[in-house]
């Protein structure tokens, strides 16, 4: 299995909708792959926080620094009339 093939089925994976060949497919492939075993894992902990429905707060600093980047982003995107 390729990584390409791996990230196609990536979805089945996580959700343990696999048959069992394919679990075996993938279990080899991320034995011997770190970069699919990260993303594998970062997949699930993505999930685990996302069930786990807790908002995580985001520092008041970042938050400014993303709005402005949103608001930089907008502008530029879509300039005022006459512009």
């Known amino acids: 299995?390729?990584?390409?093939?791996?990230?196609?089925?990536?979805n089945d994976y996580v959700d343990d909708e696999t048959v069992l060949a394919v679990c075996r497919e993938f279990a080899a492939h991320l034995a011997g792959c770190n970069p699919c075993r990260v993303v594998v894992d970062n997949i699930r902990s993505t999930i685990r926080l996302y069930k786990a429905g807790e908002p995580y707060p985001m520092p008041?600093?970042?938050?400014?620094?993303?709005?402005?980047?949103?608001?930089a982003k907008w502008a530029e995107t879509f300039p005022p009339a006459g512009s």
């Open 60 to 71: 008041p600093e970042f938050q400014a620094r993303m709005r402005d980047a949103l608001r």
């Open 1 to 10: 299995m390729t990584c390409e093939e791996l990230l196609k089925a990536l």
